[in-house]
């Protein structure tokens, strides 16, 4: 061969080569260029690259910054790039992504790498990629030539997202988007809930345990015991490649990786966590907002998907005091309840006949979600019926925790319905703040809601109202007296149809009494004369005043003993009104929403009324020092009563030792059904209702079933809580006294504390 056909051979070589690398570079372009232009299906526009969808929760946020609780499809709450630590950020770029600050979205090494050796030195994928391909592709593409398809389109949304955002933008929104499992999408769900605090605070070894899971959250997840070795050996090798690319040195990798695999997982379903019952009202409350306050476009805002941020009134601390008080109370009352119920043939259940037990469990059958779901797919009524009884297993409520047993679910509903349940609200008077806020014992098996859903009988804790209204009428002093004696208020008088004779449970009767000691002692006979001065009109006006819902409240004499069914969220509102001189200021819990980009869409404006003078509302609440200073509340002081056994029994945290005034009523309704207590400082109002979800369900006698032994502990022990925390704000001083007060409040012939300390018998009847 000649050297010119050798060379002509070569040039023509020369010339195929350069025409493949231009066809495979046309190609290239083309491809994208197709790709670009929506061929191998739908890109997302520039708007969705600004503000791509990512199913955002709403998170919900206590007065003192922490969070309470998310509503979510996806359990996801977005960070910025400065709340993510450093190694945190190392950890991520040196596992996924080593060269990630020197492409442009593409990683041509790693693509060249990975297409010579088909995948089997690793991939090629770069964060933002990955980012585009959880944000804007389908991720189940199945067969080699759709899976080609989706990595030409992966490719082109790194690219334009390269350009629209920064490296630490990205970083950012790849670490907010990724589905870490255990209802945990982006990283501040997962340090919430595998390690209990926030993103910035995560440790190294944290960290990398996180970022361990990016290679597959199921199968690298600490949480589970089957996986925990192939956790802790990914977040070892998490620590070779930091090391690797210079993050942390030869020796930090070694102690690092000697270290045990350690969690604190703190699950966030929405069952769970802290204010269930709060977070469900408020859910009430935000669904009826987003129907009135659509957005620019008219379309409306959804609570699950938004990212809003709803700012509340409560205090977690606050909270956490009220739920730990209602737990430790409640868990010791019901070890009582149910021994006090051992020889009972129809517990939980009390004065019934069999027929009325059967008409009890037959409604709460209809009411559950198995009637209701067998029901919607059809199934035939006896057959629904018949599925209650038969065995199955189940978990069911205690509190030791959730208990594995084998019961049909008739008896589980009988189970559930022996447990005493609880409603409590705290709030600032002056602000209508409410602070606290919890509607029951367990959200998960007790969704119905004590505080604001619920209505009982009020019992004594009515009769304030009586003495306020006499008080602003006819300008009566605590110390003025009348005679504990039999009392009818004849028929025909304030619309009665026969006559109307109360009687003193303890059938305590004779001498005089003042209002104050008349109060403390919750005397009905002298309560009734006081209603008869006054009429029972105007003190339903003024409880209407003070915040409370009268229109089915019938106007007779009996209200002044407490017959109204009302919340306790009424009854908290209304007692503020004394405790803030006269001033009724409405209950709020939201005070503003944002939504996710700060901007605020709703400010809460106060709403407040003028009902009484601060003469009558101080002459009141003097009233109301007297049942904690030697009535039925003065267990909030001392050791009175500490050598009665049944009362330590019953009772939790006693002593509790208040020195400070403390202005409250006790409560307790017919045959022990209900059991309440109301107390106020100057600036804090909290309110608690004890009882069975059936008034039926009970104590048999006043000794356990009164306020002062159900729901008074919970209000001693949460306060105890709140005085011993110096960062919580709760007054220890004197209620102000209005300047010129005309009524005498100081009665001469007052009980002091030690006179009664150990003669008052440890059941004061407070109906």
């Not at 978990?395 to 409590?424: A, C, Q």
Request: proline share 4%.
């Amino acid at each position: 061969m000649t050297a010119k056909k050798k060379k002509t051979n070569f040039n023509r070589h020369i010339k195929r080569f350069w025409v493949l690398y231009v066809l495979i570079c046309l190609s290239v372009i083309s491809i994208f260029l197709l790709a670009s232009v929506g061929v191998f299906g739908k890109m997302p526009s520039f708007e969705q690259l600004e503000n791509p969808q990512t199913n955002l929760a709403t998170e919900i946020i206590s007065q003192d910054g922490k969070t309470l609780g998310k509503y979510f499809k996806q359990n996801r709450t977005p960070v910025d790039y400065d709340q993510l630590p450093e190694h945190l950020v190392n950890a991520l770029v040196a596992t996924e992504d080593e060269r990630y600050y020197s492409h442009s979205g593409i990683d041509a090494k790693g693509t060249l790498r990975a297409i010579a050796y088909l995948g089997s030195k690793g991939g090629a994928s770069t964060i933002t990629q990955q980012l585009a391909k959880q944000l804007f592709t389908d991720m189940n593409q199945t067969g080699l030539a759709n899976r080609l398809t989706q990595k030409i389109k992966e490719w082109v949304i790194a690219t334009r997202l390269e350009k629209q955002y920064t490296k630490d933008e990205i970083i950012a929104m790849y670490f907010n988007i990724f589905d870490f499992t255990r209802g945990a999408v982006g990283i501040r769900s997962a340090a919430r809930v595998y390690f209990g605090k926030e993103p910035q605070d995560l440790n190294i070894e944290e960290s990398a345990t996180l970022v361990a899971m990016f290679k597959n959250p199921v199968l690298y997840n600490p949480y589970r015991d089957i996986f925990k070795d192939n956790a802790l050996q990914r977040r070892n090798q998490v620590f070779v490649q930091m090391a690797r690319n210079e993050f942390i040195t030869e020796a930090e990798k070694d102690s690092l990786q000697a270290l045990p695999l350690e969690l604190n997982y703190t699950p966030e379903y929405q069952n769970d966590g802290q204010a269930t019952y709060f977070r469900a009202e408020l859910k009430k409350f935000m669904n009826n907002w987003i129907k009135e306050n659509p957005k620019a476009d008219g379309e409306l805002y959804n609570l699950y998907s938004d990212g809003l941020k709803i700012y509340t009134t409560l205090d977690a601390k606050a909270q956490t005091y009220a739920e730990s008080a209602v737990e430790a109370h409640m868990k010791n009352l019901q070890k009582v309840f149910f021994e006090k119920n051992k020889n009972n043939k129809t517990a939980p259940f009390r004065s019934l006949t069999q027929e009325e037990i059967d008409n009890i469990i037959n409604r709460s059958i209809k009411n559950s979600s198995r009637y209701k779901q067998m029901k919607k797919a059809g199934v035939a009524e006896d057959s629904i019926l018949a599925s209650f009884d038969k065995p199955r297993k189940m978990k069911v409520f205690s509190w030791e925790g959730k208990k594995d047993t084998t019961m049909t679910p008739r008896d589980s509903i009988y189970y559930h319905k022996s447990f005493l349940n609880v409603g409590m609200m705290s709030m600032r008077p002056q602000t209508g703040a409410i602070k606290a806020w919890v509607g029951g014992i367990d959200f998960e098996n007790f969704k119905y809601e004590h505080v604001q859903q619920a209505k009982r009988q009020v019992g004594s804790t009515f009769k304030p109202f009586v003495y306020a209204t006499a008080i602003d009428q006819l300008h009566l002093s605590p110390c003025y007296e009348l005679p504990n004696t039999k009392f009818t208020i004849p028929k025909g008088k304030f619309g009665l149809i026969k006559d109307w004779t109360p009687e003193n449970p303890s059938d305590d009767y004779g001498g005089i009494k003042t209002l104050k000691q008349a109060l403390a002692e919750s005397i009905n006979t002298i309560t009734a004369r006081v209603i008869d001065k006054t009429g029972p009109q105007p003190v339903l006006q003024l409880a209407q005043k003070l915040g409370i819902d009268t229109e089915n409240i019938e106007p007779y004499p009996s209200i002044a003993l407490g017959t109204p069914d009302l919340s306790v969220y009424e009854m908290v509102s209304a007692y503020s009104t004394f405790a803030n001189k006269g001033v009724h200021v409405e209950p709020y819990y939201v005070s503003r929403i944002e939504d996710k980009n700060g901007t605020i869409l709703y400010q809460h404006q106060p709403k407040s009324q003028d009902v009484l003078s601060r003469e009558t509302a101080y002459v009141t609440i003097k009233l109301l020092e007297g049942v904690t200073q030697y009535g039925s509340g003065q267990r909030l002081r001392g050791t009175w009563a500490k050598n009665l056994p049944h009362y330590k029994k019953a009772v939790t945290g006693y002593p509790y030792d208040f020195e400070n005034p403390i202005a409250g009523k006790t409560g307790t309704t017919q045959n022990q059904s209900d059991g309440w207590f109301i107390g106020m400082v100057p600036d804090l109002a909290t309110g608690v209702w004890v009882g069975g979800e059936d008034r039926s369900v009970r104590f048999r006698s006043i000794t356990y079933g009164q306020g002062a032994t159900m729901a008074l502990p919970i209000w001693g022990m949460y306060m105890k809580s709140l005085y011993q925390d110096k960062d919580f704000e709760v007054s220890a001083e004197d209620f102000e006294k209005p300047e010129n007060l005309s009524i005498q409040v100081e009665c001469d012939n007052e009980a002091k504390d030690d006179d009664k300390s150990t003669s008052q018998p440890d059941y004061n009847i407070d109906f």
